[in-house]
């Protein structure tokens, strides 16, 4: 094995250590309602009476519970924001911290929770389940306790893995490299441009050559504010001008991710450039990503892409929808010049793009 892999043997026990799970809701706290049939949240401590393997742990487990737990298809922003606000004020207090969310919008609140905190130097493991706590065959009795595994895991005193993360099916993947890409299968993630960050089988194998660690350790920084005053414009052979118009014509629009074929190309009819170059020189910042999971724009590559890049559209290289999404709501939102959220927006600010 290379030096630059770290194997943690899955029987060593997160001793000594003290993690705080923030329960927002999720299918793994979800029971079947007898009458409708849906599955609705169960409080946090009934989620607990189905894993009391937790309690042999050897580590301070406490826990916080939104109160009613959600869905995450009702994720927003201010959410976020609460869930930043719960780790600045027990940062000091807890080695780790364990997100328990649905997998609906996990990758979105993963990537929004990497940009919203600066400076972190303590593990932030998002994980949920596929299946209820309380089904047979669960896959979140796993995700849990290796998740605690991870945000406890330390060397010499300092964390393993100080990043926002999201494990789920035995791979831990940087947060905001990750997709949600599987509704029906336990490996419901993907992080198609970064390597996993570990995976678990019998040992618990950390690739650190690939984690990051604060560069410059100072006191955590928290951004609550977010602009939400954003769209996602995905292409598609025969887009109607009007729809362009619909999108790109809405009130106080800031900022469009462009989400383009194959290398970041995109028709090269004056119906689309026109509109496009218009809404660049109302100065709303224009971000191409691709459509494809894997691989990169690479602007200018093709003709179809040049002609983004004269009409002043930016490259978001290898970025995820989600990544995109969130880092630019929270540019958006701290009072920057145009020209200098491009320049950040160009930046791997949280290890979210891969520069060439
Ligand atoms: N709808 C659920 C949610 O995202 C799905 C899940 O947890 O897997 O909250």
Known sequence: MP??????????KPENTSILIIYTGGTIGMLEDPVKGTLKPLDFQKIMKHIPEIKGLGCRIESISFDPPIDSSDMDPSIWARLVEIIQEHYNDFDG???LHGTDTMAYSASALSFMLDNLSKPVIFTGAQ?????LRTDGKENLITSIFIAAARENGVALVPEVCIYFDSQLSRGNRTTKINAAHFNAFQSANYPYLARAGVHLVYN???????RQ???????KKLDNHIAI????????PEYMDAVLGYRNLRAVILETYGAGNAPSGLFFLKRIKQAVDK??????ITQCNRGSVEMGRYETSRHLLNA?????????TEAATTKLMVLLAQNLEVKEIKMLLNKSLKGEITLP
């Open 312 to 320: 002043g559209v930016i490259s978001g290289y290898d970025m995820t």
């Open 131 to 135: 299946l209820p706590i309380g089904a």
């Open 208 to 214: 650190r050559e690939f984690i990051r660690s604060p």
């Open 217 to 223: 350790p100072g006191d955590l920084v928290v951004h």
């Open 3 to 12: 030096d630059s892999y770290f194997r943690y043997n899955l029987n060593m």
């Open 283 to 288: 100065g709303i910042i224009v971000l191409d």
């Open 97 to 99: 911290f364990v997100i």
């Open 233 to 240: 414009l995905k292409l598609f052979p025969g887009i109607n």
